[in-house]
């Protein structure tokens, strides 16, 4: 992750395959949320983010090992904007998405009341 952007690489397990044996389309709305999460977070590592919102298309089935790029659209103090597209192992895209982040501060490892937090990066 880098200027922007990121690019991750998936390859799906026998348990994230649905039943034509294919990346089950909640496994590639996953990779995606990440993807777009990453390149939000990537010109401030140290702060993370929420998700406030995702639109996901899909275009063809997911195959085989996959990359996923994505792309900072525009950020605000608080706010991230971004896209991210899942390309097959012949490079033909898979699926799209959209989405709007949330810049969220790191929280300490225990709340008040020795509640253990969960982490949102």
């Known amino acids: 992750m880098s200027g922007g952007e990121s690019e991750l690489h998936y390859k799906a397990r026998p348990?994230?395959?649905?039943?034509?044996?294919?990346?089950?389309?909640?496994?590639?709305?996953?990779?995606?949320?990440?993807?777009?999460?990453?390149?939000?977070?990537?010109?401030?590592?140290?702060?993370?983010?929420?998700?406030?919102?995702?639109?996901?298309?899909?275009?063809?089935?997911a195959r085989g090992p996959l990359v996923a790029k994505g792309r900072l659209i525009h950020r605000t103090t608080s706010?991230?904007?971004?896209?991210?597209t899942v390309f097959d192992a012949e490079g033909r895209i898979c699926s799209h998405a959209t989405g709007t982040f949330k810049y969220v501060r790191h929280q300490p490892a225990e709340a008040a009341g020795g509640q253990r937090m969960i982490s949102t990066d």
């Open 15 to 61: 348990e994230h395959l649905n039943s034509f044996n294919v990346t089950h389309g909640g496994a590639s709305m996953t990779l995606l949320d990440v993807t777009l999460a990453v390149a939000a977070r990537s010109d401030t590592p140290d702060v993370g983010v929420v998700t406030i919102e995702m639109k996901t298309s899909f275009m063809r089935p």
């Open 79 to 84: 706010m991230a904007f971004a896209e991210g």
